[in-house]
């Protein structure tokens, strides 16, 4: 190893340390929300780390929502899961720090949602399939129902790595979301997108729920660039005195 690697080595902090090998006994011994941990004195005895060094180690933990750490006489060490909102906020951070485009975000949901649409007209439960049905029933284009019914078709897939994507995704877009950019013909044309989708994914129509959604993202690229958002950021710098904003359709 070069001197400059040697350098630019990191060598992990106490609390990195203990704070990995406490995931790794969560997770390996198949740790489920509301168990709890050793205490923390037993902990610190257990691996032999100070006692600052443990309490960061849980603070980090439960910045990452793997943990709670609630003191007191009933206190204790108690596993969580960890929401996906958490995932979302990063996520929108990193792509306001690199710029990232619509359009980057269009082509990943021109790859993404067709697929996902598919998936769920195979892997749907009966139930899921009528939900859809009666979202698309009950929405009139407005962005929150154009959101819910994007996050419920993940949901539909069964697929936990499919939904979780669609969820960070949809969740970002609708912290930005401003339903006032849809004229009252495009929120028209989205509902009727998804009943179309919706009553293909019932009847188990795999490819007619593919190309509908793909026909359906496509004319949303259409709608972006006629209103010049293509190469704008997909998470928008805020002007003076209005939050970022962005379109789902």
């Known amino acids: 190893m070069t001197a400059e690697a040697q350098n630019n080595t990191r060598v992990p902090k106490a609390s990195d340390v203990l704070a990995n090998l406490l995931k790794v006994r969560i997770l390996g011994e198949g740790l489920a929300p509301g168990d709890r941990l050793p205490p923390e004195a037993d902990l610190i005895e257990q691996y032999g780390f100070s006692r600052g060094t443990v309490r960061e180690s849980l603070r980090m933990l439960e910045t990452d929502g793997i943990v709670a750490v609630r003191r007191g006489p009933r206190g204790g060490i108690e596993v969580t899961r960890p929401d996906v909102s958490r995932v979302t906020r990063l996520l929108a951070v990193l792509l306001a720090f690199d710029g990232t485009p619509v359009s980057d975000l269009v082509e990943f949901r021109l790859i993404i949602e067709p697929g996902a649409a598919a998936m769920a007209a195979r892997q749907a439960t009966a139930e899921q ?121």
């Open 129 to 249: 399939r009528d939900a859809l049905v009666a979202m698309t029933m009950e929405e009139h284009g407005d962005v929150p129902h154009s959101v819910d019914f994007h996050r419920l078709l993940g949901v539909a897939t069964n697929n936990y790595f499919t939904s979780t994507v669609l969820t960070t995704m949809n969740q970002v877009l609708e912290w930005q979301t401003n339903s006032t950019e849809l004229s009252g013909h495009q929120r028209t044309g989205t509902s009727a997108a998804h009943r179309s989708i919706a009553a293909a994914v019932k009847r188990g129509d795999e490819a007619k729920a593919s190309r509908i959604m793909r026909a359906h993202i496509l004319e949303f690229k259409e709608v972006l660039a006629a209103q010049g958002r293509l190469d704008q950021p997909v998470v928008p710098r805020p002007s003076a005195g209005s939050p970022p904003r962005a379109v789902l359709y």
